[in-house]
């Protein structure tokens, strides 16, 4: 693990763990808001916060654990709200307009989902729809369901269900992979037919930016803050 603040080591957890046993014929899995886990190897570490600009990487494996986030749970919130913003323009605007021997055709990702589905090419549509447009606003929106909340002092409802699905969403979310095949496409479409580009493409832009931004701090701190320790075992 890498950083200042992020030399733990195993026998620190050690320490800090505390298993009660189990009574007879259960057994009862034991949280603790100040360990982290691997996603990738599974290694178990002490945790405490990081200063803005600290990253704290596995030991075992090298993987990114966190990164100190500079941005408050409010400014968090108002990275959420830019971002869904943008993604209503992105969604809405045109991305490019294409102009073929007169012929004006905007397009939108909507648009494109809808002509690759009729096109016959269902997969590429469904994977299209479910990786650019599905899980990024899925991300965006399970985000605001825990930063409103906890902006306004309050816990949210649902708050375990609501972080791992957002986990699972920001994996599978490729809004920046979508906008890096606009470009590609963009470029080899220019010697076919005049291509003037829209205000949809410079949103997707802006919101891979904020997605990108949104995901620095990871999810730890929302975490221990949204789900106490004491929510965790009573659930």
Known sequence: MAGKDARMTMEAVRRRMRLRPPARGQVRPVAHDELAICDYCDAVYAWRALAPGDRARCLRCGALLGRGHALTHQGLLALSLAALLAFAIANLAPIVTLDLRGVHAPLTLPVAIVETWRAGERLVA???????????????????????????????????????????????????????????????????????????????????????????GGLHALWCRAVPLGAAERA
């Open 126 to 216: 469904l994977l299209a729809a479910a990786t650019a447009f599905v899980f990024p606003l899925a991300a965006i929106l399970l985000r605001l369901w825990v930063l409103l909340p906890l902006a306004l002092g309050r816990r949210p409802a649902g708050a375990r269900f609501a972080l791992a699905a957002l986990h699972t969403a920001t994996e599978a979310s490729m809004a920046e992979v979508f906008l890096l095949g606009v470009l590609v496409s963009v470029v080899r479409s220019a010697g076919l037919a005049s291509v003037a580009l829209g205000p949809g493409l410079l949103a997707w832009a802006a919101l891979t930016v904020l997605l990108t931004a949104m995901q620095c």
